[in-house]
């Protein structure tokens, strides 16, 4: 029901800025709470940050809060992640994902899934 594909990763010096985007494409877009996680090579694929259908409640990790800034656009079907003052322990691939509920700290609460995109931040 839900397709996502995100963009915006790349190669960023530490104390730098990126942006990723994830485009939506599905009718009950807007309904979804979203979420976008992170797994690092050897790591578990972690909670980065959550807004809600309306873009009125988010929630971050605690490694990212007041570094990182979710937010939505329901017109364009697209989520973003704002992304500063980025450290080398930010490197991983960044995923988007999307449910029909409230907003999830939890992977496994994610039905819907994009392919990811890779962030690497050099020291």
């Known amino acids: 029901q839900v397709q996502l594909v995100e963009s915006g990763g790349g190669l960023v010096q530490a104390g730098g800025s990126l942006r990723l985007s994830c485009a939506a494409s599905?009718?009950?877009?807007?309904?979804?709470?979203m979420g976008w996680f992170r797994q690092a090579p050897g790591n578990e694929r972690e909670f980065v940050a959550g807004?809600?259908?309306?873009?009125?409640?988010?929630d971050y990790a605690d490694s990212v809060k007041g570094r990182f800034t979710i937010s939505r656009d329901n017109a364009k079907n697209t989520v973003y992640l704002q992304m500063k003052s980025l450290k080398p322990e930010d490197t991983a691939v960044y995923y988007c994902?999307?449910?029909?509920?409230?907003?999830?700290?939890?992977?496994?609460?994610?039905?819907?899934w994009g392919q990811g995109t890779q962030v690497t931040v050099s020291s």
């Open positions: 994902a999307a449910r029909p509920y409230a907003i999830s700290r939890l992977a496994v609460g994610y039905e819907y």
């Open positions: 599905g009718r009950t877009f807007s309904s979804y709470s």
């Open positions: 807004i809600n259908w309306s873009g009125g409640n988010t």
